[in-house]
Structure formats: C-alpha cells, structure tokens
C-alpha cells in the first residue's frame, strides 16, 4: 500500500536520516525569479553600495490566521511573547515542538485586530495549519503556497507580490517612488507609502544590512509596481537581484535559513505526521553535508543554538515550554559564521579539472547547497565541535563563508577544519556527483560577518549570537 502520510513514509522506510540523506528532490530552487538580471557578483555588489530590489514574490508561503483567538493562539506555538506586538508590527516568529527543538522560523506580520499573515518556508506554514486544523480556537488560516520550482512555462499567480529596496540608495528611490520623504518607521514597523498612485504597505527591514523597505500587494499590480521602483531606481544604480545571488545576502546578515524541522520523532508528534503530506516538504526534503548520524534528533537545533535565545520569553504557555526550562543557554552551542580558506577551495575547484584523478565535491559558485538543509563536519584535531549548515560566495567580502553552529569552548579567531563533501563517494541524492572528501581550513568569525549588518542593525538576532 502506498504512503498515505509523513508517519507512513517514515515506517515505511525505516531509516528517516536515511530517507533524507538520499532524497531524489534534487537542489533547492529559489522559484520564478531569474537567475541573474546582470552578473550576480554586481548584484552583491549593490546591496552594500548603491540599491537593490529584491523579488521575493515566489519562493515563500503564507498563511492568513483570522479570528477572535488568532493572537493567542499563534503566541502558544512559539517563543515570542506578544506583549506590545500590536496593529502594523512585524515579528520574526520561531516555533518548537514538545522537545524545544526549532521547527522552522517565519515573519509574523500583525496587519489588523484578529488579523495575522505568516511569510516563510514551509515547516512553520504547516505546523501552524496543523494546529489551527485542532478546533481549539476561533482562528480561520488562509494559505497561499511557494511557486512551483520548475513551472515549466506554466502560468503562476500568487495572492501578492513581495519587493524589497535595499541599499544605501534605497531612500532617494523611495522618496521619488512616494513623491516625497517616506514616512519614519522603526525596524519591523509597518507603515503605507505611495508607489504609481497606490497606496501600499511597506515594513522596515533590513535582510543586507542596509537600509530600506519591504512592500507587498495583490499580485495582480505586481508588474506595474515593479516597473515603478525599475524607473525610479535609474540614476540611484539599482540593481534587480536574481536568484543565484538572492539566497547569499544572509551569509553576510548571519540567518541560517534551512534547520531541519524537529518533527521526526516523539510519540507526541505522530498526530502531526500522520496529518503531513506523503509528497510534502518533510517527506521530500533532503539532507546534505559530511555530518552523519543514525539518530534524526542529532540534526535538531534549539533557539540558542540558531541565535534566537533572547527571544525565548516564559510569560507565556508555548509547545515546548517545559523543555526549554530544563535548557542552561551557557552550556549551548553557537551561532558563528566560518571564513574558508582560499588555497583549499580553489584545490577543490581544481581537481575537477584533472583527467584521470578523483574529484572533490564540486563547489559551485555562489551558491553550492546542493540539500534542503547542509550539515558538514567541523572538526578541532579530528573531534566534531560544530556544525556548517549554510554556506556561499561573497564579493563583496571576496570569500567563501557558511554560517553555522560551534561548540561553547570555541572562539572567534580559532582555526578549525570543515570536512567538505559526503562519505563513501556520496549519497544518492540526484544533486550529488560521485566525488572524495576534502578538508577545508575554516576561520571561525563574528555573526553578521559584514560590518555594515553588525553596526547598523538593531538589537536583533542578527547581532547576538545566543
């Protein structure tokens, strides 16, 4: 009998770190959007130094939460306390399972009394759609999935596009976009600005590290929307971001995008298991990376170890609670950002122009995450003390970075060895060539790595590192 759910998959298998470690879902696509609009190294270029309008109207869900108890009910699923979280505010809203293992992590955007959208991957989407599925609470979720990754010439429609202006630039094109100054918002504050006679909302944000504005709206204005900001940005050297170079602004901003949800095991998420999709992300997702464990809970990750321990507020009941009491936050390990060393990349990179020998794992550029969610081995004299979970090219910074977890005895500035590419020649996954492993010299430094994104941001996950 074929799988009928997640829970079916998973017996059927009977080797979940298997199942995933030989995916057949192929590389992660970041949908739609093209691949570059110029060169993806300009495209990196300008978001630290003139403007830059990212399109992230495709690769992410939503989910509408409605109702009388729609607040409450999304504050007993996560970390955050929603105290102050009012009308035209934004949160970035982490959710854990009974173990106090993270699921995922969204933007939680509060639009009006009673009236919530989530925006993100799709673990949290679907475990807040579970729990709304209870009949617990007066909520109605509204859900809009990612686009499709290969259309394939296929029409697409989203409820709404989603732009951001980034950049150093990005407030003169705002301000001609708006016919004059844009309003004062305070970061994750929402307010309305003016962009070819609409009126449209528009969030302080900040995903390079510079300043500028997310806005959203119905999908059906978003080419004329897009043509505005295109014309409004010539003379400010606005750049169009594509795909290649879209999904490497965070290893300068310091987000780990892609933990593995912590839904795996535990008697006490069967229910949600058997209420997953045989076909869903959970069931199709892959694991990729050096790091190898029999035991699923091992690719787990807690707040604090992902850099969102000053989120965890008890003033609340949440799923997970219990478990993140029990957690001594000095004992976790570390969100840190690794700087490869160049001399061990370009051999890699070279011995796949060498007839007759065995290749190292290929490292494409910017981008090589060749899994739904990486795990490489870092090592301190053969002994794994971290993790490497999301890795890519800068120009900006003329480096490979990844951004990842450390042990607590681990300091910035110590050299540590990441072991690059997976045992026994690969797995059987479809984005992975036959190939060695290679060891890669990895300097462990601050998260953000960039300096604009440690300076200018405000107290947030992305300036403390537990």
Known sequence: MGARNLEDVLRQSGD???????????????????????????????????????????????LMVEGADSGPFLESLSINSFKGFSVDKAKHYVPVGPSGHVIGDVILFHLDENRYLLVGRAPTVNWVEYNASLGRHDVKVTRDDRSPSRPDGKKVDRRHYRFQIQGPNATAILEKLNGGPIPEIKFFNMDRITIAGRKVRALRHGMAGAPGLEIWGPYEEKDEIQAAIVEAGKGHDLYQVGSRAYSTNTLESGWIPSPLPAIYSGEEMRAYREWLPANGYEATGSIGGSYVSADIEDYYTTPYELGYGFYVKFDHDFVGRAAIEKMD????????????????????IHSSFRNGEENYKWIDLPQPNYASSSFDRVERDGRLVGLSMFNGYSFNER?????????????????????????????????TERHKQAEIRVRVSPVPYAREARENYVDSWRTRSG
Request: overall charge negative; hydrophobic content about 40%.
């Open 399 to 431: 480096a490979m970075l990844s951004l990842g977890i450390v042990d607590p005895d681990v300091n910035v500035g110590d050299v540590l060895t990441l072991v690059w590419g997976e045992p026994d020649g690969g797995t059987g996954k479809t984005s």
């Open 16 to 62: 979940t770190v298997g199942l995933l470690r030989n995916s057949k879902i192929g590389m992660y696509v970041y949908p739609v959007v093209a691949a570059e609009f110029t060169n993806w190294r300009d495209e990196q270029r300008a978001w630290r130094d003139s403007a830059v309008l990212f399109d992230q109207s495709h690769h992410m869900a939503e």
């Open 329 to 348: 936050p000095k004992t976790q390990r570390k969100k840190v950002t690794f700087e490869w060393n160049d001399e061990d990349v370009m051999k890699i």
